[in-house]
């Protein structure tokens, strides 16, 4: 069975980020970096990275059509087989991303995992936004099941990819069983003493 498990790599330290990718890579589905890491490491990080698996560049892109554009032919550009993007500035802005590289990823932030982050959300209307827009997924919380469950309802059979697992202390089968498909672990793999076996030990959590 595949992996459902994608590495949230929000280490700083470029050097020590590949080191904890080459250990966790055989146990993963993916990995997704974030600005933290590219802020640091630069965009080259994603070519280099994608040499252990695909990679998942969460920039969580919040602008105009132009501009989503522009930031999408960067990343896909520098070897990112998805994006991350908000649903709220609208489906345009989606599809601008969409239409740079359709035949690669596209996910879509429906509600957030911190505590408050599903209060400005509105979970059908931006699944709606989503959908119109392209999206081949959509981001949920791992730390709300119940939003994923809801998300699940109105997004049909597109990916669902949810963080707030470890660090966050939400439940990753309580997760997949209200719909995830896949699901994001940062700090507890990252910050481990043994980052292959914590990946390891997700990984088969998750039923691999
Ligand atoms: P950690 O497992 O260390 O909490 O990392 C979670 C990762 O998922 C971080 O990169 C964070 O930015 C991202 N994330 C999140 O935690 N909640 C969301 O709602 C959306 C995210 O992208």
Redesign the pocket.
Known sequence: MASRLLL?L?ETDPQRAFSVAEAAAPYLAGI?V?WPLLMHGGLEMVGRLADFTSVIC?L?VADIPNTARLIAEAAYGAGAAGI?AHAFPGAGSLQAIRNVAPERDLYA?IT???PG?GEFFDIPGLVAVAREGGATGV?A?ATRPEDIAAVRTAVGDLTIIS??????GGDPRAAVAAGADLI?????IYQADDPGSAARDFARALGD
């Open positions: 949230a929000d997704k974030n969460d969580k991350i932030v957030m995992s911190h982050g981001v919380p963080p707030g697992v470890g660090a966050q994001i672990v940062g700090r507890a």
